[in-house]
């Protein structure tokens, strides 16, 4: 069974930093594009980032770019999130997602994290 | 990077058939035949129900169904049931290995 568990969320104050990670297990994580996805609050779904099986690509929405770094850890089987220079609008549950393929984006996610920016 | 067009609500009574547009652009949507559709039930993960325009993943209703014109896609529910009622969510490659969402849409169950 596939599973993802994401942790390391919590209160955080702007300007601040915070790590995300994501445990997967029931696949060949290294086979797998991963992808982090958020949701502030009474909002919608906002894809965040990517990477490739290997690491070498990674890819992320405007809005984070410089400021959230995507990584993995293959023999760890786990996805991580940097956060930094965090803002009030940063404010959301975060999800990790696997990607099934292009095609088939986002076929597993976790229970997701929130993250909660403010003084 | 804008956020696809989708409408906030849509209601319809049980054993009706309701249907969700999401319009996009010719940078995304109109683009690529891969839109991906979601529903998410309240404090729950989102959940994979159409991807690539119009296939179900294994374990999907056959009561879920999507297209594709243009620049806009659409998702059908045909016979609808009171366990449909929840948020759902398109979402479309936008090319470079990115991926954009809809606005979100909020089915109710008469």
């Known amino acids: 069974e596939v599973q993802l568990v994401e942790s390391g969320g919590g209160l955080v104050q702007p300007g601040g930093s915070l790590r995300l990670s994501c445990a997967a297990s029931?696949?060949?994580?290294?086979?797998?594009?991963m992808s982090w996805v958020r949701q502030a609050p009474g909002k919608g779904l906002e894809w965040v980032a990517n990477?490739?099986?290997?690491?070498?690509?990674?890819y992320y929405v405007d809005s984070v770019k410089g400021r959230f770094t995507i990584s993995r850890d293959n023999a760890k089987n786990s996805l991580y999130l940097q956060m930094n220079s965090l803002r009030a609008e940063d404010t959301a549950v975060y999800y990790c997602?696997?990607?099934?393929?292009?095609?088939?984006?986002?076929?597993?996610w976790g229970q997701g994290t929130l993250v909660t920016v403010s003084s | 990077q804008s956020a696809l067009t989708q409408p906030a609500s849509v209601s319809g009574s049980p054993g009706q058939s309701i249907t969700i547009s999401c319009t996009g652009t010719?940078?995304?949507?109109?683009?690529?035949?891969?839109v991906s559709w979601y529903q998410q039930h309240p404090g729950k993960a989102p959940k994979l129900m159409i991807y690539?325009?119009?296939k179900r993943p294994s374990g999907v209703s056959n009561r879920f169904s999507g297209s594709k014109s243009g620049n806009t896609a659409s998702l059908t529910i045909s016979g609808l049931q009171a366990e449909d009622e929840a948020d759902y969510y398109c979402?479309?490659?936008?090319?470079?290995?990115?991926?954009?969402f809809g606005t979100g849409t909020k089915v109710t169950v008469l």
């Open positions: 997602a696997r990607v099934g393929g292009i095609d088939y984006p986002f076929d597993y």
């Open positions: 029931g696949f060949t994580f290294s086979s797998y594009w």
């Open positions: 990477i490739k099986q290997d690491g070498s690509e990674k």
């Open positions: 010719s940078s995304d949507v109109g683009s690529y035949n891969l």
């Open positions: 690539e325009g119009s």
């Open positions: 979402c479309s490659y936008a090319g470079s290995s990115s991926y954009v």
